[in-house]
């Protein structure tokens, strides 16, 4: 009955194709974030900001440094126009 969350979330980008109505995978550079939930994404010009969200590590209470961990992955941009991904 459990299931593993780590298999739920998910570090793609898709794009859907308004008049043909089918998803495509984007090729991206550079290290994306973590698989994560609850984030929300803002456009600014050529980039897309990605703030905060849940990843499945983000509530393990093993991690050593948590704060440091959950930090890194707060903001994320891609910029599209190189796409790439970039630290916040």
Known sequence: MGRNLKNCYFNDIRILDT????????????????PRFGHTMNLSGSDILIFGGWSFESGNRQLKDQTKKICNNY?????????????G
């Open 19 to 34: 008049n043909l109505l089918e998803w495509s995978r984007l090729k991206v550079d550079g290290k994306p974030i973590e």
């Open 75 to 87: 903001f994320t941009i891609l910029n599209t126009e190189k796409m790439q991904w970039m630290k």
